[in-house]
């Protein structure tokens, strides 16, 4: 599942971060995850939850999701509109000459140790 392949990463990122600050106990970790990203939350979380109970450090640990709206830019008449809402083809103009500004970033955000 790629969902678990990224917990990993997290968790290898968390550990990193914990271990730098001497903490003992991380208690939550916060993510951004882009609307248009290919990780669903839902997921994320049960392998999060799967992942985490075989690590000292992070066991127990809750995994908050934000999610990031996607938006596009377009670059013919210099708007920005929803990705989801309206894909490729610029609401405004019609163009499709438009590219994604964000939304498909998967990152942590925030790490609460104790
Ligand atoms: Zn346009």
């Known amino acids: 599942m790629h969902e678990l392949g990224i917990v990993f990463y997290i968790i290898r990122d968390v550990k990193k971060v914990a271990e730098e600050n001497l903490a003992k106990k991380v208690s939550a970790v916060v993510m951004d995850i882009g609307e248009v990203s290919t990780v669903i939350p839902d997921y994320l979380t049960d392998c999060w939850k799967w992942a985490t109970d075989r690590e000292d450090l992070l066991r127990g640990a809750e995994l ?51």
Do not use: F, M
Request: aromatic content about 6%.
């Open 64 to 114: 908050r999701c934000n999610i990031i709206p996607a938006v596009t830019w377009c670059d013919d008449c210099k708007c920005e509109y929803s990705t989801v809402q309206h894909g490729r083809t610029c609401p405004n103009c019609g163009s499709g000459n438009t590219w994604l500004l964000r939304g498909d970033q998967v990152e942590i955000k925030e790490i609460e140790a104790l």
